[in-house]
C-alpha cells in the first residue's frame, strides 16, 4: 500500500483492523476448503465480516494515495504485478476458481488512475462515486462471452473465482476515500489532533505498515499449517 507522509493514528488502526479481519476471514475460508471443517464462510456474518475487511482497505487506499510520497501509478503497478502473482498461485492450487481480477489487481489500476482523479473537483469526484456505484446494478446481470470486461465488473458464462473486486461498484470506495483526504486529511494531520486524543500504537502501526506483507504471506501460512496438523 501507499505510505503516508507521516504515521496517522485512525487510519493504522483501521487498517489493522481490517487486516486482522481479513486474516481470520481467510482462516475460516480455509478450515472449510482444505481442513473439511463444516463452517459456513458464505453465511451473512462471516460475508459481511470479509467484505468489511476488504471496503475498509480500498477506502483507505483512496486516503493513502493523497498521503503517499510515491508515486502512485509505479505503486500501482507493484500492487497489479502481486496480483498477476497471486493469479498464478491460485491457478495452480484452485483450478476454475483462480483469482482473475481480485483486491490486488484492483487496488493497483487504482493507484494507476489516482493522477486523474485527484485532479478532478468534489463534485465532480462524488458524481462518479454515485454513477459507478448505479451502474453496478445492471452491469452485474450481465454476461458476455469475453472475460476481458472482467475488470470492469461484465462477467462471462461459467465465470468463478475465488477473489473478484471489479471497478465496479468498488471504484466508488476508492474515490470515497480521495474525497476523505481532499476534505479531511488533506493536512496530513490526525483528524484528533485538536482534541488530544491519541490511541497510537507502536504494535498497531508496524501491523498498518506491514498489511501488504501480511495479506500476500497469511494464506500459505495458514494453508501450510493446516497440512502440517493434518499429516500429524
Known amino acids: ?12 488502526l483501521l487498517r489493522a483492523i481490517a ?47 493523497g498521503l503517499s510520497r510515491r508515486n502512485t501509478v509505479v505503486t500501482g503497478l507493484k500492487i497489479f504485478g502481486l496480483g498477476m ?6 491457478y495452480l492450487f484452485l483450478e476454475q476458481y483462480y483469482v482473475r481480477f481480485g483486491i490486488l489487481h484492483f487496488l493497483g489500476v487504482c493507484m494507476m488512475l489516482y493522477p486523474i482523479l485527484k485532479r478532478l473537483d ?9 454513477v459507478n456505484a448505479i451502474l453496478a446494478m445492471p452491469i452485474d446481470n450481465m454476461i458476455v462471452d469475453t472475460p476481458l470486461l472482467l475488470p470492469l465488473g461484465i462477467m462471462h458464462s461459467g465465470f468463478a473465482s475465488a477473489d473478484y473486486y471489479p471497478l465496479s461498484p468498488y471504484l466508488s470506495v476508492f474515490v470515497l476515500g480521495i474525497l476523505a483526504y481532499k476534505n479531511y486529511y488533506y493536512k496530513k494531520q490526525s483528524l484528533f489532533h485538536k482534541l488530544n486524543f491519541n490511541l497510537e500504537n507502536k504494535i498497531v502501526s508496524q501491523i498498518s505498515k506491514h498489511s501488504l506483507l501480511i495479506y500476500m504471506i497469511h494464506q500459505p501460512i495458514i494453508i501450510a499449517i493446516i497440512y502440517i496438523v493434518k499429516i500429524i
Open 1 to 12: 500500500m501507499p505510505v503516508e507522509q507521516k504515521r496517522i493514528w485512525e487510519i493504522d
Open 19 to 65: 487486516i486482522i479481519l481479513m486474516v481470520v476471514y481467510h482462516t475460516v475460508y480455509d478450515l472449510n476448503s482444505f481442513a473439511g471443517i463444516d463452517i459456513d464462510y458464505k453465511s451473512p456474518f462471516w460475508y459481511w465480516e470479509g467484505k468489511t475487511a476488504a471496503l475498509t482497505f480500498i477506502l483507505l487506499s483512496g486516503i493513502s494515495c
Open 85 to 90: 502473482i497471486v493469479t498464478v498461485a491460485t
Open 122 to 130: 468534489n463534485s465532480m469526484l462524488l458524481v462518479i462515486a454515485i
